[in-house]
């Protein structure tokens, strides 16, 4: 990453420089320090050296990952020096969990990287669960992703999702804003923070307490906001839904859409299942600012086929006589 320091950036040090006009974090700064890959003007720089404005600064922000890379084949949508969005097919899991090590959307990415020669990294932004298709954008350094997980933290990723739900969800558009937190007992299942909590984990949760343990939010529920609006109905079988998300918790359409009385087809955890195999869940738009260049980027995706053959067939029943 190479830029120049502007004239009204004089006197400040490199550090604060750094932090305050690049969005980088000091921890960060130091592990470019400590390695040698911070320049000013071709030589290298401490933290605490004063600027004139004008010098050019280079920072070498290249790393190594954790995600060993695997030929996948991938639906690039669009890449850069900085960051890459792909579009992800149902069924493949993003990053490396317990239970599914290989085939991983990561892994893709990387083995993408190595073969281009960048630094094999793959930095997700944002999560989608495994059935979920659709866009999802990865950081190709720690800078970009910084930038990128801050601007998720302040709501300036926007990201709008398609989603086919059980039953006739009335009203044209509402907001579901109802904290979620993990079930306990199960170990992925979540739900609304609503009422009490088990007997058995109040009494952990006292007992970490006691022990003065911070107390994770995901297990007390973490606030949870979604956007919906309707686009088509069909009778009282099903609503087809846009959804934005304010927050990004774990499950947090499905466990909404579930609350509110209307689960997504096809999700066995939060619904009764059934076609089409999957949740009826889709990432179908993003947008936000370029961490590096201020440029508005927007993309799409189109419904995957196992979706639009489930339009198609809600379209065919509703047509077909009584």
């Given amino acids: 990453m190479r830029f120049q320091v502007p004239l009204d950036a004089a006197g400040m040090s490199l550090a604060r420089f750094l932090e305050r006009r690049m969005g980088l974090s000091r921890t960060y700064l130091r592990r470019l320090r400590t390695h040698g890959c911070i320049t000013l003007d071709g030589r290298e720089a401490t933290l605490q050296a004063l600027l004139n404005g004008g010098e050019e600064v280079c920072l070498d922000v ?20 900085h960051l890459l969005v792909v579009d992800k097919p149902a069924g ?58 801050a601007a998720l933290e302040r709501h300036k990723l926007d990201r709008h999702y398609l989603a086919i739900v ?20 199960h170990p992925v299942a979540r739900e609304v923070a609503v ?25 007390i529920g973490q606030r949870a906001v979604t ?26 359409i499905r466990v909404h859409m579930a609350y509110l009385g209307h689960p997504l087809l096809g999700d066995d955890l939060y619904g009764p299942g059934g076609p089409p195999g999957r949740q009826a869940l889709h990432a179908a738009a993003l947008a936000f600012i370029h961490p590096f260049t ?22 065919a029943s509703e047509a077909a006589p009584q």
């Fill in 62 to 81: 290249a790393d190594t990952g954790r995600v060993e890379p695997e030929p996948i084949d991938l639906a690039i949508i669009y890449e850069d020096e």
């Fill in 92 to 149: 493949m899991v993003v990053h490396p969990v317990r239970d599914y090590r290989r085939g991983t959307l990561a892994a893709g990415v990387a083995h993408h990287l190595l073969r281009k020669g960048e630094p094999p990294v793959a930095r997700p932004v944002q999560r989608l669960d495994r059935e979920t298709s659709g866009l999802i954008l990865f950081a190709k350094h720690a800078a970009a992703a910084g930038r990128l997980a």
């Fill in 166 to 185: 059980a039953g006739r969800l009335e009203g044209d558009r509402g907001t579901v804003d109802v904290p979620i937190r993990r079930v306990w007992g």
């Fill in 195 to 219: 009422g009490p909590r088990p007997p058995e984990q109040e009494a952990a949760l006292a007992e970490a307490a006691a022990r003065g343990q911070v107390l994770r939010g995901e297990w």
């Fill in 227 to 252: 956007h919906w609006e309707v686009l088509r109905r069909w009778g009282d079988r099903a609503t087809w839904v846009r959804l934005r998300l304010e927050t990004g918790r774990t499950h947090q």
């Fill in 294 to 315: 201020g440029q508005l980027m927007r993309f799409t995706s189109p419904l995957p086929p196992d979706l639009r053959g489930l339009v198609d067939a809600l379209d």
